[in-house]
């Protein structure tokens, strides 16, 4: 079966940092691609981050750009979002998401659309309090 399980998330003031990880149990990230993604209340799901685990250039949500920052460990099978200069806004239930990348399409056209992935992760909380 495969899982995707996500942790690290937790209570930050603005201005605060997180790491949050995504493991995958049950497979590997070898042949996919890895979203991040948030949904706060009320809100639909928001693309944040995108990384091809074998390798290629990150994508970020502009409202993350220069503070977040998608990377891989592929020892721990494990792909990480680290989150800087927190704000209120960012709070939010945060899920990591995978997919085999199309070949057919420039990767900016899907990478952020939550509707294009497989398979997801049961999500982690991130609150930051003003």
């Known amino acids: 079966e495969v899982q995707l399980v996500e942790s690290g998330g937790g209570l930050v003031q603005a201005g605060g940092s997180l790491t949050l990880s995504c493991t995958a149990d049950?497979?590997?990230?070898?042949?996919?691609?890895i979203g991040w993604f948030r949904q706060a209340p009320g809100k639909e799901r928001e693309g944040v981050s995108y990384?091809?685990?074998?390798?290629?250039?990150?994508h970020y949500a502009d409202s993350v750009k220069g503070r977040f920052i998608i990377f891989s460990d592929h020892a721990k099978n494990t792909v990480f979002l680290q989150m800087n200069s927190l704000k209120p806004e960012d709070t939010a239930v945060y899920f990591c998401?995978?997919?085999?990348?199309?070949?057919?399409?420039?990767?900016?056209?899907?990478?952020?659309?939550?509707?294009?992935?497989?398979?997801w992760g049961q999500g982690t909380q991130v609150t930051v309090s003003s």
């Open positions: 998401a995978a997919v085999v990348p199309p070949t057919s399409r420039n990767v900016v056209q899907w990478a952020l659309n939550a509707d294009e992935y497989d398979y």
């Open positions: 049950g497979f590997t990230f070898d042949d996919y691609g």
């Open positions: 990384i091809n685990y074998s390798g290629g250039s990150a």
